[in-house]
């Protein structure tokens, strides 16, 4: 461990599994504290122990991210407990790959709430700290599916537009203050994400996919960039994908 977010402190929202477990630790192993948000608290309680052996500090929160309260009770948590808030990841989210007219309005609201409600939540309730301090790096965990449209992905891909639009405008509006905001786009990665919507335990283990700590590795690296120096954007894709 070489402490280089030694004294920072993130806020991790899907935390209990996938990208945002990963993050976790990956973080934890750079001496970061965090708050820790899902739904799962059993999944959020063996995180915590995880984060710590790995040299991190944690505590969790569980609560629905499309939820203005969870935010605004991760970001009380942060300042509490660690004093401060230096990094944010807005990795939670949610995918049902269906055509456009088996889509119902409700999935449709299920992924907007999910994947970009719940990102303008966490953002705005954690920018006035890092305002205050001047300083701070919120990242989106957007998708590949937020740079090409695919077909039978159509309201997926629609919210991962959106994540980087925010990210792209949020770049311009904060850093005058110092924040740095950046987007990853990785394609599939080997997580829990999709099951059962278009996805399943099969395919997703036969595949050639990311692992969830290639992706850890490239939000750790958006995170320990100098103060001189931002990720705006990372797209990320497997060694295996298709030359044609």
């Known amino acids: 461990m070489s402490g280089k977010l ?3 402190v993130a806020i991790i929202t899907g935390a209990s599994a996938g990208i945002g477990r990963a993050s976790a630790l990956a973080l934890a192993q750079e001496g970061a504290s965090m708050i820790l948000t899902g739904r799962r608290q059993e999944r ?4 915590v122990a995880a984060v710590q052996k790995a040299g991190g500090k944690a505590a969790s929160i569980a609560g629905d991210a499309t939820m203005e309260e969870t935010a605004q009770k991760c970001v009380e948590a942060a300042i509490k407990i660690f004093g401060t808030l230096d990094i944010l990841i807005n990795n939670v989210g949610v995918g049902n790959y269906k055509n456009l007219v ?18 303008f939540l966490f953002s705005r309730h954690t920018v006035p700290m890092m305002i205050k301090q001047g300083s701070g790096t919120i990242l989106m965990i957007s998708s590949m599916a937020g740079k090409y449209g695919f077909a039978g992905e ?5 919210t991962k537009f959106a994540q980087v639009g925010f990210a792209q405008a949020l770049d311009k509006e904060l850093r005058p203050h ?7 786009c990785p394609g599939g990665v080997k997580t829990e994400f999709a099951l059962g919507k278009g996805r399943t335990e099969q395919s997703v283990s036969e595949s050639g996919m ?7 590795s490239a939000v750790l690296l958006a995170c320990t ?4 120096s931002r990720i705006i954007e990372v797209q990320m894709r497997t060694m295996d994908e298709s030359l044609t």
């Open 44 to 47: 959020l309680d063996e995180l």
């Open 210 to 216: 990311l692992e969830p700590e290639d992706v850890a």
């Open 154 to 158: 159509a309201v997926y891909c629609a």
């Open 102 to 119: 088996d889509t119902s309005a409700a999935e449709y609201d299920e992924m907007m709430d999910s994947n970009v409600r719940s990102t």
């Open 225 to 228: 960039q100098s103060s001189n």
């Open 6 to 8: 030694a004294g920072k």
């Open 178 to 184: 110092g924040i740095k905001v950046g987007v990853i």
